[in-house]
């Protein structure tokens, strides 16, 4: 219900950075992202710029741990779908280059082309 408020006032900076900030200091890191996902999947935070602290916490850290924990499920292909409707202006060169990395080994080609972009320009 948050979510689609913060949608509908057109105020995502609440939702990903009161809201989430409240969502880690109870430890539900996961919930969070788990909460946001269908969202991020269809589209709607496409021209929404996300902290990269929320997008560390929420992407790279929840995925890598759930690879590990399900490692038989295809998770992979939904992150690089998550990828492609984010993005990642103002992230530090560090974070970008672990997506690409991620997208390497994972074998994500339009997703290193999509955070490429943003790591290092046209």
């Not at 689609?4 to 409240?22: M, R, Y």
């Not at 909460?35 to 996300?50: D, M, N, R, V």
């Amino acid at each position: 219900m948050v979510i689609e408020f913060s949608i509908e006032i057109g105020e995502p900076v609440f939702l990903f950075e009161a809201l989430h900030d409240q969502f880690r200091r109870a430890g539900l890191e996961n919930e969070f992202s788990a909460e946001i996902k269908p969202y991020i999947l269809s589209g709607t935070f496409s021209e929404c710029i996300i902290p990269e602290k929320v997008l560390e916490e929420g992407i790279l850290r929840n995925f890598k741990n759930i690879m590990m924990e399900k490692p038989g499920e295809n998770l992979a292909e939904n992150f690089e779908k998550i990828l492609l409707n984010l993005r990642f202006d103002g992230c530090s060169k560090s974070y970008l280059k672990q997506l690409i990395g991620l997208c390497h080994e994972h074998k994500f080609s339009t997703g290193i082309i999509h955070v490429s972009l943003y790591c290092y320009g046209e």
